[in-house]
Nanobody
């Protein structure tokens, strides 16, 4: 079982950048795929990005070219570098994890495929 704690959220002006971090404790870190999801006020939670245990990456169309997901197995950390932020990126960002025996993805965008979730970190982008 793994516990996830997000950090790095905050307030930033449009065009700015933030780097979110997700610290994982428990479990064998290298066996997990990780995802980032976000939830804007009044909206459903949506997929942002995912990284497999072999460091393959997958992005929502809204994140492509602006966000970069990465992982550091030694530090048990997952990162989401967010550049060129817009007001539409505002929301609570959640880190999620699922243990897997494969090196790639099955359904990286599906929330129900992730077994562990963090509490989230708020990102506010002012226009």
């Amino acid at each position: 079982q793994v516990q996830l704690v997000e950090s790095g959220g905050g307030s930033v002006q449009a065009g700015g950048s933030l780097r979110l971090s997700c610290k994982a404790s428990g479990g064998t870190f290298s066996r997990y795929n990780f995802g980032w999801f976000r939830q804007a006020p009044g909206k459903e939670r949506e997929f942002v990005s995912a990284i497999s245990r072999s460091a393959n990456t997958y992005y929502a169309d809204s994140a492509k070219g602006r966000f970069t997901i990465s992982r550091d197995n030694d530090r048990r950390m997952v990162y989401l570098q967010m550049d060129s932020l817009t007001h539409e990126d505002t929301g609570v960002y959640f880190c999620a994890a699922v243990q897997t025996i494969i090196t790639g993805f099955i359904r990286p965008t599906s929330m129900s495929d992730y077994d562990y979730w963090g509490q989230g970190t708020q990102v506010t982008v002012s226009s």
